[in-house]
């Protein structure tokens, strides 16, 4: 599966209890050439909760360039960040343009400055 900076996809994310497993949605957040040649990718996790402050950002169906969103609006949170086999990536749901790619790196690389 070709997974591209910018996509968002289902990945299995596995409870506290490491016993129960969930499909949840997430971003891809590491360049595309990292992603071709790691058996990993980084991700920021994607929540229908919207959480005021700096380390959130919305996502709205215009910040799309395909796909779709099962709630609007969803958040981004780039303090909330997994380094994830691609095996257990489900699959692609949708793929942010480009000037949202930037927002989010923006708030990312501020979150350690």
Do not use: C, H
């Not at 380390?55 to 997994?82: C, H, M, N, Q």
């Amino acid at each position: 599966m070709l997974l591209k900076q910018g996509s968002i996809v289902r990945v299995d994310f596995s409870y506290s209890n490491l016993q129960e497993t969930k499909y949840r949605p997430a971003l891809v957040i590491s360049s595309s050439e990292y992603n071709e040649n790691s058996v990993d990718v980084v991700v920021l996790r994607v929540t229908s909760r919207g959480r005021n402050g700096a380390w959130a950002s919305e996502i709205l169906r215009d910040d799309l360039v395909e796909g779709t969103l099962d709630i609007e609006p969803s958040f981004v949170k780039v303090d909330s960040i997994y380094s994830v086999e691609k095996s257990i990536v489900r699959k692609v749901v949708a793929r942010l343009k480009e000037g949202k790619i930037k927002e989010i790196k923006k708030q990312f690389f501020d979150l350690f400055s």
